[in-house]
């Protein structure tokens, strides 16, 4: 079957790094993908990778690894701002997503 | 929102009513997606949609229906037979990026609660 990971929920302190894994199993693959959402709002696009490697937007960098089923999520500098659900989605040979049911992460002063 | 307006974002709704989510688009795209998330669970795909008068079901479609009369618009009836109707629904747009990535824009949300 197709499953995706992820820890249910993280806390980290303002100004420090966080790491959010995911892994996935997914029939064929076309790519991970997180995304971020705030309590009652609408999940919005973080990250794309397809290949293996590190993508680096700003505070935000995506890692894969496929041979290994694998990404994280890396937050740097966190803002009080990033408190938030974190969306891991693999998308399968269907090119159809299979979502996480997402991390919550809570940032402290 | 990014140009997709869902509407109403709190509806109630009793037992034994249809009740119809709206979601129109004024991004000129072609494939349209509606979502259920409930707490703790992965977002679901109810129906996806990739041209005007064509839809696909998704992974939990059973009673639900939908309509693509035209190219902005996409509703979402939720009908009786939906067991378990309350939850928070989401439409979105999927759109490719500079990396060819298909990166979904999500409305705002619905929120359904069943009385």
């Known amino acids: 079957g197709q499953n995706i990971d992820q820890p249910t929920e993280m806390t980290a302190t303002e100004g420090a790094i966080v790491q959010i894994n995911c892994t996935y199993q997914?029939?064929?693959?076309?790519?991970l993908f997180w995304y971020q959402q705030h309590a009652g709002e609408a999940p919005t696009f973080l990250s794309y990778?397809?290949l293996d490697g590190l993508e680096e937007k700003g505070r935000f960098s995506s890692f894969l690894s496929r041979s290994k089923g694998y990404s994280y999520l890396l937050l740097k500098e966190l803002q009080m701002k990033d408190s938030a659900s974190y969306l891991c989605?693999?998308?399968?040979?269907?090119?159809?997503?299979?979502w996480g049911a997402g991390t919550k992460l809570i940032i402290k002063p | 929102d990014g140009g997709i307006t869902q509407s109403p974002k709190y509806l109630f709704r009793k037992e034994g009513q249809n009740v119809t989510l709206s979601c129109e688009q004024n991004?000129?795209?072609?494939?349209m997606y509606w979502y259920r998330q409930d707490p703790g669970q992965g977002l679901r795909l109810i129906y996806y949609?990739?041209?005007?008068?064509?839809?696909q079901k998704g992974d939990i479609a059973e009673g639900y229906s939908v309509s693509r009369e035209k190219k902005e618009s996409f509703p979402l009836t939720v009908t009786s037979a939906q067991k378990n109707p309350t939850a928070f629904y989401l439409c979105?747009?999927?759109?490719?990026?500079?990396?060819?990535?298909?990166?979904?824009?999500f409305g705002a949300g619905s929120r359904l609660t069943v009385l």
């Open positions: 997914t029939s064929g693959f076309n790519g």
């Open positions: 990778n397809v």
């Open positions: 979105a747009i999927g759109d490719r990026d500079g990396s060819g990535a298909n990166v979904l824009t």
């Open positions: 949609s990739q041209i005007v008068n064509d839809f």
């Open positions: 989605a693999g998308m399968d040979s269907n090119y159809q997503l299979i």
């Open positions: 991004l000129n795209h072609d494939a």
